[in-house]
């Protein structure tokens, strides 16, 4: 029986052998090079540096100018820091793709999403809290503390799209009236709205 085991072995190595893979430890995309279809191509392993690896621009908070009261700051990689002030909000929204983790970091929120069977799912979070958000489904946080709210939010897609409900009925140039039937509000809410978020028809 050795001998056949032997003899298979000497016939077939490439059967014995370990797979040979082409995948890189790292890619870090080459800016200075030319947007493809795909994205930046990969810096060649001789110019990568630490400073790629680092983002140093959310140590600062946002600016509460608008007037949803809150402000997202986003670095380079799928993670954002998100400020809300006393009564901010991040409005109904989603992301097309990815899962999103939202970690509290100081203040009090109401955060919550919809299924698609329409289940409403909605905590009060804490300092240390950390609440997920599934593809795809909407979702929202409220700053209802008496401070204001730092969150840590991330990704597990550097691309996670972003769409807001709101901006999405309001800001676009459907006219008013489809989006009257299609909402089921009446003319002067559906003008009033689309004034407020620059909306057009």
């Given at each position: 029986?050795?001998?056949?085991l032997?003899?298979?072995?000497?016939?077939?190595?490439?059967?014995?052998?370990?797979?040979?893979?082409?995948?890189?430890?790292?890619?870090?995309?080459?800016?200075?090079?030319?947007?493809?279809?795909?994205?930046?191509?990969?810096?060649?392993?001789?110019?990568?540096?630490?400073?790629?690896?680092?983002y140093?621009?959310?140590?600062?908070?946002?600016?509460?100018?608008?007037?949803?009261?809150?402000?997202?700051?986003?670095?380079?990689?799928?993670?954002?820091?998100?400020?809300?002030?006393?009564?901010?909000?991040?409005?109904?929204?989603?992301?097309?793709?990815?899962?999103e983790?939202?970690?509290?970091?100081?203040?009090s929120?109401?955060a919550?999403?919809?299924?698609?069977?329409?289940?409403?799912?909605?905590?009060?979070?804490?300092?240390?809290?950390?609440?997920?958000?599934?593809?795809?489904?909407?979702?929202?946080?409220?700053?209802?503390?008496?401070?204001?709210?730092?969150?840590?939010?991330?990704?597990?897609?550097?691309?996670?799209?972003?769409?807001?409900?709101?901006?999405?009925?309001?800001?676009?140039?459907?006219?008013?009236?489809?989006?009257?039937?299609?909402?089921?509000?009446?003319?002067?809410?559906?003008?009033?709205?689309?004034a407020?978020?620059?909306?057009?028809?």
């Amino acid at each position: 029986m050795l001998h056949i085991l032997l003899l298979f072995s000497f016939l077939c190595p490439p059967l014995l052998q370990q797979p040979k893979t082409s995948a890189k430890d790292l890619c870090v995309a080459d800016f200075k090079a030319t947007q493809g279809p795909a994205g930046y191509q990969c810096k060649v392993p001789e110019e990568v540096v630490v400073d790629d690896f680092v983002y140093s621009g959310l140590n600062v908070a946002g600016n509460f100018s608008d007037i949803v009261k809150s402000a997202p700051k986003w670095s380079w990689s799928a993670m954002a820091r998100l400020d809300l002030s006393c009564g901010g909000v991040i409005p109904m929204h989603s992301h097309s793709g990815a899962s999103e983790i939202l970690l509290i970091s100081e203040g009090s929120i109401n955060a919550g999403f919809i299924s698609s069977n329409n289940i409403a799912y909605t905590k009060t979070l804490k300092k240390g809290d950390i609440m997920v958000f599934p593809k795809g489904l909407l979702h929202f946080q409220v700053n209802s503390g008496p401070v204001p709210a730092l969150l840590w939010s991330s990704f597990n897609s550097s691309n996670p799209g972003l769409q807001v409900l709101s901006n999405a009925l309001f800001s676009n140039n459907l006219p008013s009236e489809l989006i009257e039937k299609v909402t089921f509000l009446d003319e002067l809410e559906v003008k009033r709205l689309k004034a407020l978020f620059g909306g057009s028809g």
